[in-house]
Nanobody
Framework: QVQVVESGGGLVQAGGSLRLSCTTSGSSFSIDHTDWYRQPPGNQRKWVAGMPGSSVRSGAGRFTVSRDNAKNAVNLEIDSLKPADTGIYYC?????????????????WGPGTQVTVSS
């Protein structure tokens, strides 16, 4: 089994920074891509940032995605937080599981972590 879980959410003041983590656990797997999504209250889930499994760091503007190999995690750093950044943040991990020498693709969502930005 491969499992994905997000962490690091909470209540933050506008203008501050936050680091979210997406940790993948299990055995015999490799990661092709990790993406972060945000779902504001009452709205659809939308893509925020992402990174291929071979990359170490990627980002544009206020959002930076980085890899922490020691923790098998992909982090999302958000700078200059705004109230509009409020929502549940999910990560989606795509990769391959090695099951009896057969490579099986997977795409998993974590349960999400709540971020609330106060003005």
């Amino acid at each position: 089994q491969v499992q994905v879980v997000e962490s690091g959410g909470g209540l933050v003041q506008a203008g501050g920074s936050l680091r979210l983590s997406c940790t993948t656990s299990g055995s015999s797997f490799s990661i092709d891509h990790t993406d972060w999504y945000r779902q504001p209250p009452g709205n659809q889930r939308k893509w925020v940032a992402g990174m291929p499994g071979s990359s170490v760091r990627s980002g544009a503007g206020r959002f930076t995605v980085s890899r922490d190999n020691a923790k098998n995690a992909v982090n999302l750093e958000i700078d200059s937080l705004k109230p509009a950044d409020t929502g549940i943040y999910y990560c989606n991990v795509r990769g391959l599981r090695n099951i009896r020498v057969t490579l099986i693709p997977f795409a998993l969502w974590g349960p999400g972590t709540q971020v609330t930005v106060s003005s």
